[in-house]
């Protein structure tokens, strides 16, 4: 590493990204801020998961029916938390709670945002140590400004997203966040504990040969769903295939080395699953404005994911997303035998 290379933080970033904007008052900048500080409080309890009580199941369910693991709770409370003292945000709603929660002090009541998140996606990879990760996007209010924000502020389509991200704890800890702009990684240094810029201006590659779904249940696929994966498995030296198949059962983890590498990643309905089993506004609205971001391509099959309405706070939704060619391809697979078996 060159020594003299300039360390910019995250704080750095979005203090220099604020000021292209004259206009800008540096609320939305406050936010990505204050995620990075409770990832970082919540990458802490990651890092010693094996020391201390927080393995493991919590004895409840979440909205979905789940069950809720002790480190899905503490990443949940302690979000809530930094969000609400922060006074830069409207509400928030997240994948464990049933109801968004509305922040009703005299300063949040005048914020212009409010958050969505997913405070730890692949939950079930814990006890094994796996990579887990947490999903945020931030909507600008649609409700009076001056008033509690509104369930109307968390029904937003995606393409009304001022910015979403992930913050992914594996090997190493790192945020992503898109905005309109570009798409930007963040590693965290331990050494100062602090996010640092360290992949600027991240694209997905066009094209990609690595497929990601959970293959074990092919059986409940459509005839289409079925019919790319024998594409995918197929030889053919031209196209660089067969494809190689990469799925950890956490959609940061796979969506990272999407956006990093290019492939795809698909959660299309099945016979269990009419609706797909992903959740719109908590994973599949950030993670497609992230990967449109960064030149890539997200659809539930029929449609733009962006361009979905959704009509209830736990909206369920399938997703093809990643490279180009591959969501194109993969879809018009799908929709050639519709039908799910």
Request: net charge negative.
């Amino acid at each position: 590493m060159n020594s003299r290379r300039k360390l910019i933080t995250l704080d750095e970033f979005t203090i220099q990204e604020t000021r292209k904007f004259p206009q800008a008052t540096g609320e939305l900048s406050a936010i990505l801020r204050d995620i990075g500080l409770a990832c970082k409080m919540i990458n802490k309890q990651v890092l010693k998961a094996g020391l201390v009580d927080i393995l493991g199941k919590h004895g409840a369910t979440n909205v979905q029916g789940e069950e809720q693991m002790k480190l899905d709770v503490y990443a949940n409370e302690t979000l809530i938390a930094v969000l609400q003292n922060s006074s830069e945000c409207a509400g928030i709603a997240s994948e464990e709670n049933d109801e968004f929660v509305c922040f009703e002090d005299e300063y949040s009541v005048h914020s212009k945002y409010v958050v969505l998140f997913d405070p730890l996606d692949g939950s079930s990879n814990i006890d094994v140590n796996a990579p887990i990760g947490t999903i945020f996007s931030i909507y600008r209010r649609v409700s009076e400004l001056g008033k509690p924000c509104t369930a109307e502020d968390f029904l937003q389509e995606g393409n009304k997203l001022m910015a979403a991200g992930y913050v992914i704890y594996g090997s190493s800890t790192m945020m992503v966040y898109a905005t309109k702009l570009s798409v930007n990684g963040f590693t965290l240094e331990p050494s100062i504990g602090e996010f640092c810029l360290s992949h600027p201006d991240m694209k997905c590659p066009e094209k990609g040969k690595i497929y990601s779904i959970n293959q074990g249940n092919t059986s409940k696929y459509s005839e289409g769903m079925k019919s790319f994966l024998d594409y995918c498995m197929e030889s053919n030296k031209e196209e660089g295939r067969p494809y190689s198949h990469r799925y950890i059962g956490s959609m940061v983890a796979d969506m990272h080395r999407t956006l990093i590498k290019g492939g795809i990643f698909m959660y299309p309905a099945d016979k269990s699953n009419a609706k797909g089993k992903l959740r719109l506004q908590y994973e599949c609205n950030p993670m497609a404005f992230l990967i449109e971001a960064a030149g890539g391509e997200a659809s539930d099959g029929t449609q733009r994911i962006l361009d979905v309405q959704p009509a209830e706070l736990h909206e369920r939704c399938p997703i093809y997303i990643g490279s180009k060619n591959l969501v194109n391809k993969a879809v018009a697979f799908a929709n050639e035998a519709a039908t799910v078996a």
